[in-house]
């Protein structure tokens, strides 16, 4: 069975270290990706080579798929220093050092788009708020960011003399989104390194003081954004965003095992739209399902931390730029966030004591 090894003892029958890194096994165990470093990324003709002979070593040894990405290769690595990394290059690029004045990094993840994973990392943020907890919240979603239009943030933030980005502030958190960079409607269009870097640069170049808790909503999918908040911060644990439906509740196992293989801490599932309590004929309708979650999550050995039903309120407060936690703590939906900010503070604590 191919694996991260075999991928390793090819690409390094055909490169030394110093001109690779950031490698990793994906699609299950089908696909390689890896970071191509050379002296001159545009010389086409030395690209292809190299990708070429790379991809028929990888098809012989198993693989069907390569994904390559190219950057300059570092002077001191041209130099015959030592590459970043080291020489074994299983992805860990620099050390997971924590990111000054952040106690605990949490990401909120689901394995597909749909599920109302941004509102509930919106509305988990501000009721971890709530909770008397100093938060921030990191769009790490760079080319479909909504968190900054959820807060309704239109302010654009601000660099310092010391080059620190300020982050911004909104219903009692503080944030930071590519939307609130770009121009409106103006797509993003990048490719993966571009990505690495404005998350990278998020996390460490950012000004967000002391913080609890650094909320970082992901995009859906197992891909670069996670790979880059994995390799590069300790993170305290994830959040898995589903719905009860059988295609939300697949992919959202793949988005957990992924943070497993990543030695990642799982603090539990969130089942969203769960059921819809009609306000007219006072008849529970379950649109999508419902307790799937809760079956997954044993089934997981998660621990559940709870239901959050179809509310219109949700998604007005969401569209308006107001979430229902900050605009009404006593609805029965917001109290649900609240119950769940609750189990994942405990959570963390109690694996911070491990």
């Known amino acids: 069975m191919p694996n991260l090894d075999k991928a390793l003892e090819v690409i390094s029958s055909v490169l030394n270290p110093g001109f690779y890194k950031d490698v990793s096994v994906q699609a299950g165990g089908a ?38 990405y190219t950057t300059q290769r570092p002077p001191e690595a041209a130099a015959g220093h030592r590459p970043i990394g080291g020489t074994a290059n299983r992805g860990t690029i620099t050390p997971k050092s924590p990111v000054p004045g952040i106690k605990h990094i949490i990401a909120i993840n689901s394995g597909k788009g749909g599920v109302g994973k941004t509102t509930c990392a919106v509305n988990l943020a501000i009721a971890l708020s709530q909770l008397g907890k100093k938060v921030g919240l990191l769009d790490a979603d760079i080319t479909g960011p909504n968190v900054h239009l959820m807060l309704g943030s239109t302010d654009k933030p601000y660099v310092t003399d010391d080059k620190k980005v300020m982050s911004l502030e909104a219903h009692g958190i503080k944030l930071i989104s590519m939307g609130s960079l770009m121009e409106e409607d103006k797509p993003t269009i990048w490719r993966g390194p571009m990505l690495d870097g404005v998350i990278k640069q998020f996390l460490r170049e950012v000004e967000w003081g002391e913080l609890d808790y650094l909320v970082v909503d992901l995009p859906p999918g197992t891909s670069d954004a996670q790979l880059t908040l994995c390799q590069n911060v300790p993170l305290s644990g994830t959040v898995i965003i589903t719905t009860p439906q059988d295609v939300a509740l697949m992919d959202a196992r793949k988005g957990l095992m992924m943070f497993q293989k990543m030695q990642v801490p799982i603090l539990g599932l969130i089942e969203n739209m769960s059921f819809f309590d009609c306000p007219h004929c006072h008849n529970r309708s379950e649109i999508f399902s419902h307790g799937g979650g809760e079956k997954a999550a044993q089934n997981l050995d998660l621990e559940f931390l709870g239901a959050i039903p179809i509310e219109l309120k949700v998604r007005s407060g969401g569209d308006e730029g107001r979430p229902l936690t900050a605009t009404e703590p006593n609805h029965p939906v917001a109290k649900a966030f609240y119950d769940i900010a609750q189990k994942i503070d405990l959570k963390v604590k109690d694996l911070a004591q491990v």
């Open 31 to 68: 696909k390689v990706v890896f970071n191509l470093l050379l002296d001159n990324p545009q010389d086409t003709k030395q690209k292809q080579e190299i990708i070429k002979d790379i991809e028929t070593k990888l098809k012989q040894a198993g693989f069907s798929e390569l994904d390559v």
